[in-house]
């Protein structure tokens, strides 16, 4: 879980400590059977700058579904964040870091959330990529990487690369998967994965790639239940509202594949 050193500064936190694994599965589970059916649990861990400027450390059982799973796992640990101190792995994150996004523009971090996640249990799997060097140009990535079932890159689709009005879009990794320059793995161990929020939806610079940080989506937002939605909420604490995300300042592809048992 994440912890308070007491001979760090009072707004750093240490998280040397490991997350303890917990046995479950990324299901694909509606919103209507989330309300209705005992599903799996899983323990989240997360650090929060909230509006006052002080650091809220938590640590919340949850179900182990997509809807808060996807908050928790897009980048392994490892993974190298750019900021505006130059490259920060992602477990050292702390909040109020600037990181930089696309465009070059710091934007302080205000949330940090972790799970451990055990790629094969229970009959399911939870589906990790792995993205070879250069993969999608020179640098990009810079060294393979690994990235869980949340990450979605920005990325111009092949059918609209002589298309010069066309922007890039924000596509699952999952959903790139050709193996060969990007493989699905499952680890024989526990897999530490993150994700991040700042104050609004952004891509920022992960190994070398644009990835983008957590927004729950607004078809969620819209859709879920009441006490679905507070759940939620608890997690994050630098904000009051789900509505407080904010829009979404990049286009989502469709997830042309979902993953299987």
């Known amino acids: 879980m994440f912890n308070v050193s007491p001979s760090a500064e009072p707004d750093r936190v240490d998280r040397s400590t490991p997350i303890s694994p917990a046995s479950s599965y990324f299901a694909q589970t509606s919103q209507k059977d989330l309300g209705q059916l005992s599903v799996p649990q899983r323990s989240y861990e997360f650090v929060a700058k909230r509006p006052d400027g002080t650091i809220f ?12 799973e996807n908050a928790f796992s897009a980048f392994a640990r490892g993974t190298l964040v750019q900021t505006t101190n130059g490259e ?18 710091p934007s302080p971090v205000l949330w940090i959330g972790s799970s451990s996640f ?9 589906p990790l990529v792995r993205v070879m ?12 990487s690994t990235f869980g079932p949340a990450a979605r890159v920005l990325h111009t689709p092949m059918s609209m690369r002589g298309d010069q009005s066309a922007k890039p879009v ?39 790639l644009e990835v983008e940080t957590y927004h729950p989506g607004q078809n969620v937002l819209r859709n879920i239940p009441l006490h679905t939605r507070d759940k939620l909420l608890s997690l994050f604490p630098h904000i009051t509202k789900l509505e407080d995300f904010g829009p979404l300042n990049y286009r989502r592809a469709a997830q042309a594949r979902m993953p299987v048992a």
């Open 133 to 144: 060097s250069d993969s999608f140009g020179e640098g990009r990535p810079a060294g393979f």
């Open 88 to 105: 920060v792995a992602v477990e050292d994150l702390q909040p109020g870091d600037d990181i930089l996004d696309v465009d070059g523009q």
């Open 170 to 208: 924000l596509t699952s990794l999952y959903d790139l998967v050709d193996g060969t320059n990007i493989i699905e793995i499952s680890p024989p161990t526990p897999v530490q994965l993150f994700h991040i929020c700042l104050k609004r939806h952004s891509v920022v610079c992960v190994n070398g």
């Open 57 to 68: 450390i938590g640590q919340s059982r949850g179900p182990a579904v997509a809807l808060f």
């Open 118 to 126: 055990i790629p094969a249990d229970t009959g399911r799997r939870t």
